[in-house]
């Protein structure tokens, strides 16, 4: 019997559901993953592979064969966003409906850390010799929008390094090549303040900054041909004290997600040039901006070792002529930090659509879980043994 036959024989559609509804009744919301941390551990530990949380709170667990060899991290996230309101089901009641698992998280992104460990048991309960390390990064915080306290991040400046990763989001099972990045700039408009029965003695920092966004809109997003185009939000705005007084204040919060090939100093340039060319307009118009925050696109070649090596897991997995289609995702990831901080080449692969990622009722199907584990223990199968 082959390594994949044999690996693949030992993936078992209950084991794999049970354990993400395990996953699921522990809420995680970022900043209080630690409980859910000590359970990932505590299952990898079970399945014989070494498993700690290190000084950030990432639950890191490592597979180590008897010969050196490439060195394979699998990167997916411990923390969620909170429940919010509409949903129809338990958040965290892990609910079996119609052949999807619902709850916070199922897809975003604990069905992917299933995936992954559960690929590692297939291996290991199959006896399958590996060259190397694989090495299971489930890091804390990648939901929360400050790179200084992404799990990720604190992990690669501590030195983490691999050949090779795959960032576990959901992909609906493809291979995703590219992600956008991610900033966001705060405009301030400043005016003078007046009466607002008098409005002419005072200068409307809101009108200004209706003139601040109706230049932004004419700004066209990039486009790449694995994420598409990127975008333009002013998604946060505020400004003024009541209606009868002329607000001498403005503030605008605007995301860009931009696509490989363009950085955030590009938009932020653009916006500062929108600023000076309103002065030059209007000598009552007077703004400011600051890039808050910037995180970068990432990109890997069709070519890499990583992405051939998936490509033929999926043909293992679903037969010799299943279509490889390379996409990319419109969202940040982590990948981001994996391929441009750690020059580590990185794809994006998982079960289920990020469309129903945040939203209430958030699910997974249980085919798809079930796939991606396979697709994961085949890409191990390639990757690390000879």
């Known amino acids: 019997m082959t390594y994949l036959a044999s690996a693949l024989g030992k993936i078992n559609e209950e084991s794999v559901v049970e354990l993400l509804r395990q996953y699921l009744r522990i809420p995680s919301v970022s900043g209080d993953e630690r409980q859910l941390a000590e359970a990932v551990c505590g299952t990898c530990r079970s399945i014989g592979m070494d498993a700690h949380i290190d000084r950030h709170g990432n639950a890191v667990a490592a597979l180590r064969g008897r010969e050196s060899g490439i060195k394979l991290a699998c990167n997916a996230h411990l923390d969620t966003v909170g429940v919010g309101e509409g949903w129809t089901v338990d958040p ?33 309960d199959a006896d399958i010799p590996i060259a190397g390390e694989l090495v299971l990064c489930h890091v804390v915080d990648e939901e929360v ?18 050949d090779m990763a795959i960032n576990g989001e959901a992909s609906e099972l493809f291979i995703q090549l590219a992600c956008c990045g991610m900033l966001e700039v705060l405009v301030t408009t400043m005016g003078k303040r007046a009466h607002g029965s008098n409005p002419q003695y005072g200068i409307n920092a809101i009108d200004k900054m209706c003139l601040f966004i109706g230049e932004l809109n004419k700004l066209q997003p990039g486009y790449n041909k694995y994420t598409g185009y990127g975008s333009i939000v002013p998604g946060v705005i505020a400004g003024g004290e009541r209606s009868s007084v002329v607000p001498d204040v403005c503030e605008l919060k605007v995301s860009r997600f931009t696509v490989p ?51 033929k897991a999926l043909r293992d997995v679903f037969g010799p002529d299943h279509p490889i289609v390379y996409k990319g995702t419109p969202q940040h990831d982590d990948a981001d930090f994996l391929t441009n901080m750690a020059k580590i080449p ?22 798809e879980l079930v796939e991606a584990t396979k697709v994961y223990a085949a890409a191990y199968i390639n990757i690390l043994t000879r």
Request: proline content about 4%; hydrophobic content about 40%; cysteine-free.
């Open 92 to 124: 965290y009641g892990a609910e079996i409906k119609d052949g999807k698992v619902y709850g916070r998280g199922a897809v975003d992104d604990k069905g992917q850390i299933v995936a992954q460990i559960m690929a590692a048991k297939a291996l290991i």
């Open 346 to 367: 990185t794809l994006i692969f998982g079960a289920g659509s990020n469309t129903v990622a945040h939203m209430p009722d958030e699910f997974i199907p249980i085919k």
């Open 261 to 311: 090939g363009e950085t955030g100093p590009m938009f932020y340039s653009q916006v500062l040039g929108i600023i000076e060319r309103l002065k030059q307009q209007d000598e009552t118009f007077n703004a400011r901006a600051e890039l808050l925050y910037d995180s970068n696109p990432s990109l890997v070649s069709e070519e890499s070792e990583v992405v051939q090596k998936m490509s």
């Open 145 to 162: 929008p400050v790179i200084a306290r992404k799990g990720t991040v604190k992990m690669l400046q501590d030195g983490f390094t691999a």
